[in-house]
């Protein structure tokens, strides 16, 4: 094993690595957390690949192994590369190889018998090999690591959900005799060993003191300059994030500069490649092949393709989704564009720390969009220099989330009272419930599955919503890619624009029923924003505390959701061109929530009359799902909300902000107990924007199904101020 660290060109590890190791061979779980390109990979890796060498004689004939999880398959497929690679000295006794949804059907087999460094992801492990375990069983019976790569990106409801997989995984493991030492990676984490544990179940060592030398990063908050165009009720326009980040990503490509250009959706991943193709075959049309778009959604060939020319050096430029920000090890890269605040610190972080791996001097810009957050940003970088990461945020107890994973466990293995201390205490609460809706029945000591389908099934553990949407050449029938369930309402609705490998597409009919959108190549000049409608309910108040004569609480609600119509807008300046009608089904979610209510009394100490008040509290609404994200490990697409000038449940004026998925996400929670600190900042942010009436940098929101209307500047400040004067007062 020492042979082939050397054979790397390492002489001599860093003392963080070296601890690591020594944690993992005592056999203690241990998670590393230093920054990018701190040699993390090699800190699991000379404990694991020393155990499969040492293995590798074993009697059984397979000896040690080894499952590493990663949350993209691209980091998996590099991560192995890289596996393989090092352990070319060490001959046959390393077998790794990734078992993945893109895995080849004949592989499969060959992977389960004699693979020793088994490379997936959860989704892979939650659906395809926890509940097959028995053709795992020689796998299992002889795992000696869990390695968890990239795990602050386990957060969440997506978090919570991994968490139960991994108690199953661990209760299987007892089953066939053994108990790995699981290792944990995270360049970006608050609290590192806290967050393991809840991720694991297990007690978890920390390694947080980097010794790694770091080359010179120079950092840019880049804010677009405004327009002369005048948006919704006249406000000022600024040059959109995209067009920024596009001129930036042609001008890197021209100088010969490797660079990836980080973008929030997919459709913008596309749109920042096709402007800056535009752009340089005015310059150098041999430059133009050499830009390119990698996003979620791709054929797997598609993905391959992008990566391997990406770390050949073919391509120069690369305008990505996240599915690029974790943990790639892309050496030579000059420079990160990030377009838009990426929703927390942990991100912003990882996605600069992809330059200058190679201790180089690198550049890092993070050009704002128009919106409160980012806007507070540029203006306070104190916000984002001088503040920790965020905590972790997750909670395998959500029942939304437990219930399904207890009915997967039964499935695996009929569940008994011994292994309810594994899942949590909510377990006795859940049993009997699940009894009654006939999934678990309870014979002697033991429950037992009882459908005829695969209880993994039930539940999505991305909660992405059900089978993807097939997006199909209606021309041709060829498949061009997949959109999530939970997004075709907004992304591939009648008319919609999707854009793929540089090819924009209308989309022509979507069939929800079978999950097919027909769509057909066009070159229309601008793209589409769908606008929807929200209702929400409250179902129960769990906490609440009195604000003056307003109220602070946090609860259960139900909300309604419906998009009801899109928006065409000019690519480069966002101006509206028009509105379509849309007929779509109505989609009802049951989550958490924070809300506050305030009385006629504080309306009047705030001077609102009837005739502002929804403009005041629609404005503080956008204001604040802006600026959450400073407090609570989301982003604002993570989130929702309503503002009602007389809500029916509460009779009073009512601000709600809550959870975008089922059961909640442990974010609107995060809200309620930091909620005089958060408030406070979306006052700072409205009151402080130069703006005249609000604008998308204040309290225009980019996803407002009301199309920002009514909104009312002032209002919202003078609400705000009322209603934190009485939280002070409270205190």
């Not at 459709?267 to 150098?284: C, M, T, Y």
């Not at 292994?419 to 678990?440: H, I, N, S, V």
């Not at 909300?641 to 442990?666: I, Q």
Request: with cysteine.
């Amino acid at each position: 094993m020492l042979a082939a660290v050397r054979a790397a060109g390492i002489e001599h590890p860093w003392a963080h690595q070296a601890r690591v190791a020594e944690h993992a061979l005592d056999g203690d779980s241990v998670v590393v957390a230093t920054g990018t390109a701190s040699g993390k990979s090699l800190a699991y890796l000379v404990p694991v690949l020393s155990a499969l060498l040492d293995g590798s004689e074993a009697p059984n004939g397979r000896g040690a192994t080894t499952l590493y999880l990663a949350p993209t398959k691209a980091l998996a497929a590099d991560q192995c590369r890289s596996v393989k690679e090092l352990s070319q000295p060490l001959g046959t006794s390393v077998r790794a190889a990734v078992y993945d949804g893109d895995t080849p059907f004949e592989e499969r087999e060959w992977i389960r018998q004699y693979g020793t460094y088994v490379l997936t992801n959860p989704d892979m492990l939650h659906r395809g090999i926890l509940p097959s375990h028995p053709r795992w069983s020689s796998f299992l019976k002889a795992l000696k690591y869990v390695v968890i790569d990239e795990c602050h990106t386990y957060r969440g409801v997506f978090g919570s959900h991994v968490a139960q997989v991994l108690r199953r995984l661990r209760r299987l493991c007892a089953r066939y005799g053994a108990s790995p030492v699981f290792l944990l990676a995270s360049a970006t984490a608050a609290e590192p060993a806290v967050a393991a544990r809840r991720l694991t179940g297990l007690p978890v060592t920390e390694v947080a003191d980097d010794a790694s030398p770091r080359g010179e990063l120079v950092f840019a908050l880049w804010e677009p300059p405004l327009t002369e165009l005048e948006g919704e009720k006249g406000a000022p326009v600024r040059r959109t994030a995209t067009a920024e980040a596009a001129d930036l990503l042609t001008d890197l490509t021209v100088q010969g500069k490797r660079s990836i250009t980080f973008v929030r959706s997919r459709r913008g991943a596309e749109l920042i490649s096709v402007i800056a193709q535009e752009r340089l075959a005015e310059v150098d049309r041999s430059l133009v092949r050499r830009v390119a778009a990698y996003r979620g959604g791709y054929l797997p060939e598609e993905r391959r393709a992008l990566e391997r020319a990406l770390h050949s050096g073919d391509l120069l430029g690369l305008a990505a989704t996240n599915a690029l920000e974790l943990g790639l090890d892309i050496s030579g890269l000059d420079a990160v564009v990030i377009a838009g605040y990426p929703g927390t610190r942990a991100s912003l972080w990882q996605q600069a720390g992809r330059a200058g791996r190679s201790g180089q001097g690198a550049l890092a810009v993070l050009v704002a969009r128009d919106d409160p957050l980012d806007t507070f940003l540029v203006h306070h970088p104190e916000a984002l220099f001088d503040q920790p990461v965020e905590s972790t945020v997750l909670d395998p107890d959500n029942p939304y989330v437990l219930a399904p994973h207890l009915c997967a466990a039964a499935a695996e293995l009929p569940l008994t009272e011994d292994d309810l201390k594994l899942f949590g205490p909510a377990c006795e609460e859940l049993l009997p419930q699940l009894e009654a809706a006939k999934l678990l029945r309870r014979r002697t000591r033991a429950w037992h599955w009882t459908r005829r389908e695969r209880a993994a099934d039930l539940t999505d553990i991305r909660g992405e919503g059900g089978r993807p949407v097939q997006v199909v050449e209606e021309g041709t029938g060829r498949l061009l890619g997949t959109v999530d369930a939970g997004a075709a309402h907004t992304t591939v609705h009648e008319g919609a624009v999707h854009l793929h490998q540089g090819r924009t597409y209308l989309v022509r009919s979507l069939d929800l029923e079978d999950s097919v959108a027909l769509v057909e190549q066009a070159t229309p000049a601008y793209s589409t924003v769908a606008r929807d409608t929200t209702a929400i309910s409250v179902l129960e108040t769990d906490i609440e505390v009195p604000w003056g004569d307003g109220r602070l609480c946090y609860g259960s609600v139900e909300v309604t959701n419906q998009v009801v119509s899109f928006l065409r807008r000019r690519v480069i300046t966002g101006e509206v061109l028009g509105e379509t009608k849309l007929d779509l089904p109505p989609r009802t979610l049951r989550t958490r929530a924070v809300w506050w209510t305030v009385t006629e009394d504080q309306l009047d100490a705030a001077r609102i009359n009837p005739e502002i008040l929804g403009g005041a509290l629609h404005a503080a609404e956008h204001a604040s799902i802006g600026m959450l994200p400073l407090f609570a490990t989301c982003d604002r697409w993570d989130i929702g909300g309503v503002s009602v000038p007389l809500h029916p449940d509460t009779l009073l004026p009512t601000v709600f902000v809550y959870d975008g998925h089922p059961g909640g996400a442990g974010f609107a929670e995060r809200a309620f107990h930091t909620a005089r600190d958060w408030l406070t900042a979306t006052r700072e942010a409205i009151a402080s924007c130069e703006c005249d009436a609000g604008c998308p940098s204040c309290i225009q929101s980019p996803k407002c199904g009301n199309g920002n209307d009514p909104l009312h500047k002032r209002g919202a400040v003078r609400l705000l101020t009322v209603l934190l004067r009485g939280a002070a007062e409270a205190r």
